[in-house]
């Protein structure tokens, strides 16, 4: 398993698990996003990207469209992604990423700490209001010095695992799923 930057082919499969997964796609743009790989099989597991806000005063990054695909949810991928990006913000002279999300306890482990709405930029204040009206009604800001990035070791040893979960097959329908007796039920056609 390994994270690398996003090819512009892979736009529709990102777009599509974005709209899938109910996540922000203002601004969308591929080659700000990254994806975690399955070297073996080649199958993507997740993604996220740094989205940055030019203002008069500053540039500010900010970690968005943070998601892993159901089937390899639980084993480090997304922490990998989060890594990757704040690797990115460092290395691009960002000293501090920005988060506007409900997963606090989840990016709270990696060093993110709140911040209270009236404490953020204002590009960012503006934004946590649009996002909690149009997609997290919980979202909260969050903020993480680069610098102070905290990889688990836990997760950091389940990514170097990471596999598929199966997913569970979906139930067969029954007549009574529809509301139909099937012991008095008769049928259309003549199947004898």
């Known amino acids: 398993m390994y994270v690398r930057d996003a090819k512009n082919r892979e736009e529709v499969w990102l777009l599509d698990h974005i709209e899938a997964m109910g996540l922000d796609e203002t601004a969308f743009r591929s080659r700000d996003y990254v994806v975690a790989i399955d070297e073996t099989s080649g199958q993507k597991a997740g993604f996220g990207r740094i989205r ?45 990423v920005y988060a506007l999300t409900s997963a606090t306890d989840y990016l709270a482990q990696f060093g993110f700490r709140g ?40 997760l950091r040893e389940r990514f170097k695992s990471a596999q598929p979960h199966e997913e569970e097959p ?19 056609y003549d199947t004898g």
């Open 115 to 154: 911040v209270e709405s009236s404490d953020l930029p204002e590009r960012l204040r503006e934004r946590l209001e649009t996002k909690r009206e149009e997609l997290d009604p919980d979202a909260v800001g969050m903020a993480l010095s680069v610098e102070r990035f905290v990889m688990p070791d836990r």
């Open 52 to 96: 940055i806000h030019k203002t008069d005063e500053e540039e500010l990054c900010e970690l968005t469209s943070i998601g892993v695909l159901e089937s390899w949810r639980g084993q480090g991928v997304g922490a990998h992604v989060v890594e990757r990006l704040v690797e990115q913000a460092r290395d691009q002279g960002f000293e501090v």
């Open 170 to 188: 979906e139930p067969e329908e029954s007549a009574e799923d529809f509301g139909i007796d099937p012991n008095s039920a008769t049928y259309k």
